[in-house]
């Protein structure tokens, strides 16, 4: 996809001349727009939360009970949604099947169709414009702003056949926001107000930052260790925080794995739980990643790093695109010899010197990802005519 903008005109309005617009690498269209009339329960769930807490405050069993809502529900979002819905790292019955997408479904992320029939699309798609939570898009969108707008709201069905054939799962689908409403009925009884706010709602809350953090924070913060498309990252903090899923490079360089933490140092709770449940015969065929796939494609070889230069270029693109705004157009159309224009047009080029700098800098990491890439390309045909030799 050519990431170059996009120029369009805007109607012509009474007395002017119809002013070319520029279009962004990555600019969210009308419908991206984040509807703040759906969106306030999630808002509401969030002010609840931390007032609730702070009115009925915290008990021994609420606090128990809120480490449960948090990392039991972690597990069947990585180990069932995820890993299993998603990307099928592993085989288990029906029975079993229709447990994780329950316990997915108390998290109040959705269904589990809808859930891993986009998390398929972002890894189809993952940081091109067809990524629905690309952080090129926007830090903020990324992390929570795709799903308070309505153009995702629906069910890819092409991209989850597999588990849409299943009539039980259909109706976790339909149902999904009512296993929500059960459980934090349930803390309220085992736990009382303490349980319901602090528990229930407050440990949502956690779950759902620390889940979403895996779209947003581990696109732009951590180190990569192998060449992706993407700009997905390895970072230890996320891994802690949502039992493995924060080995994020690893699992865009291999998404078949039923392991996100390729190397024993790397923690990854859910695959030590995948792992035992495996012995208990709950679940079989873990699918990890062979020798070959853990040597292939490492930075550090001197392959190129296509998905971080394909990253700046876009931010460069978009640097240039929002460099070309409407009243510096104004202004070179206008009266040369007015003394404000003039004014305003002396520091509208300042503003534009002080961009391109940074376009600069952006443009001199993508040449620099180019001379690696033309250097491994030079030491290609070397070594096959050493080793041929």
Not at 167 to 193: D, M, S, Y
Not at 227 to 235: A, E, G, H, L, M
Request: proline share 4%; glycine share 6%.
């Amino acid at each position: 996809m050519d990431p170059s903008a996009v120029a369009v005109l805007d109607p012509p309005v009474e007395g002017a001349t119809a002013r070319p617009k520029v279009k962004a690498p990555f600019e969210r269209t009308p419908e991206e727009k984040v509807n703040w009339k759906a969106s306030i329960p999630f808002l509401l769930v969030h002010v609840l939360a931390v007032v609730g807490t702070l009115w009925f405050g915290v008990t021994a069993k609420s606090l128990a009970l809120f480490l449960a809502m948090v990392w039991v529900r972690m597990f069947f979002i990585t180990g069932g949604y995820h890993r299993y819905f998603a990307h099928r790292t592993y085989k288990t019955n029906r029975a079993w099947q229709l447990v994780l997408a329950m316990g997915g479904a108390t998290s109040a992320q959705k269904g589990p169709l809808w859930w891993a029939g986009h998390h398929r699309n972002h890894h189809r798609y993952s940081d091109t414009e067809l990524d629905i939570h690309s952080p090129l898009r926007g830090f903020w969108w990324s992390h929570v702003g795709w799903i308070l707008c309505d153009r995702y709201d629906e069910i890819p069905h092409d991209r989850i056949r597999d588990f849409a054939k299943f009539p039980e799962l259909r109706f976790v689908e339909k149902w999904n926001g009512l296993f929500p409403w059960l459980l934090g009925t349930a803390c309220t009884l085992v736990a009382g107000w303490s349980g319901l706010f602090f528990s229930f709602m407050l440990g949502t809350v956690v779950l759902w930052h620390s889940t979403f953090l895996v779209n947003s924070l581990a696109h732009v913060s951590g180190r990569r260790r192998f060449v992706t498309d993407d700009t997905s990252r390895n970072n230890l903090f996320i891994s802690l925080l949502t039992l493995g899923e924060g080995w994020h490079n690893n699992h865009h360089h291999y998404q078949a794995a039923a392991r996100n933490g390729f190397f024993w140092w790397e923690i990854d709770v859910t695959w030590y739980i995948l792992k035992a449940m495996s012995w208990v015969g709950l679940v079989k065929d873990l699918k990890v990643p062979t020798k070959e796939i853990l040597e292939a494609d490492r930075i550090k070889d001197g392959n190129f790093d296509v998905g971080m230069f394909k990253y700046h270029w876009a931010r460069a693109q978009a640097e240039v695109a929002h460099a070309r705004v409407d009243d510096r157009i104004e202004v070179a159309c206008a009266d040369a010899h007015d003394p404000a224009v003039v004014a305003r047009r002396d520091a509208l080029e300042l503003a534009l010197e002080t961009e391109k700098v940074a376009i600069d800098e952006r443009l001199q990491d993508a040449v620099a990802s180019a001379e690696a890439l033309a250097g491994v390309a030079r030491r290609g045909p070397r070594q096959l005519t050493v080793h041929g030799s």
